[in-house]
């Protein structure tokens, strides 16, 4: 009879070890962020304001070509080299992309990074390529999908030279803060 209980605890015990293993949870955990895709683990709405941002230089009527490369950092941090090329000028720039929790978080961090800064306006967008990505040309589609919400974009330039050819920018998109410094080069004509 001993022998039978104790055969009978032994495989409540293999049953209870098997069992546990069946049943792990594929959730992500508490602290990963609910946009962050599950097949790439990079976060779906930094990846929507990255693709929305190519777009927006797709769209602009001076573009000619639009390269892109991406370099993550973390789930929610990428690098993001644009190289714009047109008719008589290239333009180059390697933005990071950083997604905070809330868009009071990035409000945030955008005061602690903006002295020196000035808020950019209607007319600051349409003249500067670098403000493209923040202009009406942006309408946000992927980000839309992603978040099923229309964001707000603010915008602030702070310039190197008297004209807008080279500059340190911040760009937000609710919950994305965007910073790079973008130079606008000329190309002579030979």
């Known amino acids: 009879m001993k022998s039978k209980v104790a055969i009978l605890i032994a495989m409540a015990i293999v049953a209870s070890v098997l069992a546990a293993g069946c049943t792990s949870s594929t959730q992500p955990s508490s602290n990963q962020s609910a946009s962050q895709s599950t097949a790439t683990g990079h976060d779906k709405i930094v990846q929507a304001v990255i693709e929305d941002d190519q777009q927006a230089y797709v769209n602009a009527t001076w573009t000619r070509s639009v390269n892109k490369s991406v370099e993550w950092q973390n789930a929610t941090t990428a690098m993001v080299t644009f190289k714009i090329g047109h008719t008589n000028a290239t333009f180059q720039y390697t933005a990071k992309y950083q997604k905070f929790d809330s868009v009071s978080q990035a409000n945030d961090y955008i005061s602690t990074i ?48 008297e004209q807008p050819t080279e500059g340190d920018y911040i760009i937000q998109v609710n919950e994305v803060v965007i910073t790079f410094r973008a130079t606008y080069n000329t190309v002579s004509s030979k």
């Open 114 to 161: 903006n002295q020196g800064y000035n808020s950019t306006n209607a007319i600051v967008l349409l003249s500067n390529p670098a403000l493209t990505t923040a202009s009406s040309i942006n309408t946000h589609q992927n980000y839309q999908t992603v978040t099923n919400s229309t964001p707000t974009t603010n915008s602030y330039v702070r310039l190197l030279r």
